[in-house]
């Protein structure tokens, strides 16, 4: 490895999960397709290529990450930016420029459109690159290694004095797939048996529908053929990885789609691997059932989208309901598990139209699989081009949440999603879950900050602002936390200054009751943070996924129980038991009774197959960390895809 040569270095940040210990299911897979694509284009004999790992990027918070992406002052960085991480990245893209002036930002990725001003406006990087990027990518490389800006690319806008140009001409992709390898393969991207691998076998869909990006991106379909797409799939079952998406947009349009389902069965002997993909009901066959569960399909995505046939017409989707309750049928048949979709708020449709929408899965079986979530209006997408016309009102920023339409208000959008959850039973988005387990030792960086505020001294308040993980908590423990309030205050203001977008939760430790005034005062500080992703992601349930509330009584403490439940009644409390204590009321929970955080042993397999056969998951936390991370892998089935 020559140290000589200038680095490349390439960065995707996760989804953040609503558990501090639950995976994010990164796969930097288009950092590691860029990777390929400088090899390919030979680029690795004069850059130094370094795709960082997730195992890295899934940890570290803004600080320590921005001090890593720095380190060694890389010619180059690049950042994957999608809708959850956008905001994320560009922050970290100012602190490295602060810390690394000389070095040239790229960004690209799905949020990367001409069409995404939320994007285009911000600072923090010098050149964009939109679309299909391996071509591009390499010619980009090509000129600034020769002293040139970029500027007049196909399909890269430079940043100027003035601001950044316009993108140079559009140019499709039109490469074979074939041409770049997987990254999993080349080495770029780890494989990893407890995260999904990710590979494409078609890029392009011959849908058209006007919510999805695809078929502005591309609608030919580009292949990479049966016998390659088998081949590549035995490397990496042999290579340790347990699960296969397909992130072909319509896995069961592409051409020759029975024989491919053969040439992966031969490649999956004994069905070693799970496979994962989308399909769309026109098109299958009863016969397909069989030979997907024969080639390793143990879990399918199938859109529904709207019952009214005439929106499905409009949004150019197309189909029917009675295709999709057919093909769910005989995909169940052959013990397939589902998911199927149902968006809140397409042009066309009414509040009626979306509770038909769920009375039909209810009618078919599919409510335990319903994915039911408000519209987005994505970058680069038709409908995005035509909201105005169409009467849709969204938010400009991430995740690009549609407030209104000429068919629903913006009450009626959320009544609608909370009628789905009444009748299906569940809620239908994930519920952030407080960090509560204890601090934890040899961490990549730490994750539990403590201040005693009857004791606090500078040293302490110095520790409990020092730079962490993705995701912390902040624990303040005191025993007047109101007379303290000044101090807490202070406190969470100093961890949001040196990790600003990541997860926090602070959790009060009260070991006597305060006045219900300070959450409010310490909401209102959160609520001055800088905002992002998490925070509009659950705004609509006036919730905030990313900083967060919580209580926990001390198991020393005997608190009064009309104040344990009005707190209750404002924020997730958790009251420290035994594991036996919590065994005995675990149906009662987070119910009849507080939620639980078990302190203390954890030798009695009979009471915790109690809590988990009798109590809500959300309402069981552990102090001991490994009990807790199984928990949230076992009990919440929070992470991977």
Known sequence: MNRSLPVLRLVQLPVPPPAALASTGNVPLAAGALGVSARVHGLDRRLLIDVVAPAITDVLGDTLLADLLARDEPAFLGFSLYLWNVERSLHLAREVKRRSPRTIILVGGPEVSSDNGFVLSQRGFDIAVTGEAEESFALLLNALLEGK????????????????????????????????????????????????????????????????????????LRLLDIESSARMVSRLREGGAREVVFLDPTFNHR?????????????????????????????????????????????????????????????????SPEKVAAATRMLHEHGIELLVDLIIGLPGDTPDDVARGVDYLLANGLGNEAQVFPLSLLPGTSMRATAEADGVVFDPAPPYRVARTAGFTQEQLLRSLEDAEEKLGHRLD????????????????????????DAADDRARTAAAAPGARHAALWLGGSDLWTARDAAVRAVEARLAVDPHCTLDVVLE??????????????????????????????????????????????????????????????????EQSLAQAARDAAELGVEVASARIVGALDDPRALERLRRHAEPSCVAFADRAMESRWTREALTSGDV
């Open 149 to 220: 800006d970029g500027a007049g690319l196909s399909n890269v806008a430079v940043r100027r004095p003035l601001g950044l140009t316009p993108f140079g001409p559009s140019c499709g992709a039109g490469f074979p797939i074939s041409t770049y390898p997987s990254p999993y393969l080349e080495g770029l991207v780890p494989i990893d048996p407890h995260r999904s691998t990710y590979v494409e076998t078609v890029r392009g869909c011959r849908s058209h529908c006007t919510f999805c990006f695809y078929p502005r991106s591309s609608s030919v």
């Open 510 to 575: 009260a070991r006597a009751p305060f006045p219900l005034d300070l959450l409010d005062l310490l909401r209102a500080t959160l609520s001055r943070a800088t905002p992002g992703y998490l925070t509009r992601a659950l705004a609509h349930r006036g919730e905030d996924a990313q900083r967060r509330l919580a209580v926990v009584v001390p198991r020393s403490a005997l608190l009064p129980r009309d104040w344990i439940d009005a707190v209750r009644a404002t924020v997730p409390l958790f009251v």
């Open 255 to 319: 051409p020759q789609f029975e024989e491919m389902l053969e040439a992966l069965a031969r490649a999956n002997p004994g069905r070693a691997l799970t496979f994962f993909g989308e399909v769309r009901a026109e098109g299958l066959q009863a016969k397909h059932g069989e030979a997907l569960k024969r080639a390793g399909f143990d879990r399918l995505e199938i859109g529904l989208q709207s019952v009214n046939v005439q929106t499905l017409k409009r949004v150019k989707r197309g189909g």
């Open 430 to 453: 994930e519920e952030p879950r407080p960090h509560l387990c204890d601090a934890g030792a040899g961490l990549l960086a730490p994750d539990v900050f403590t201040l005693d505020l």
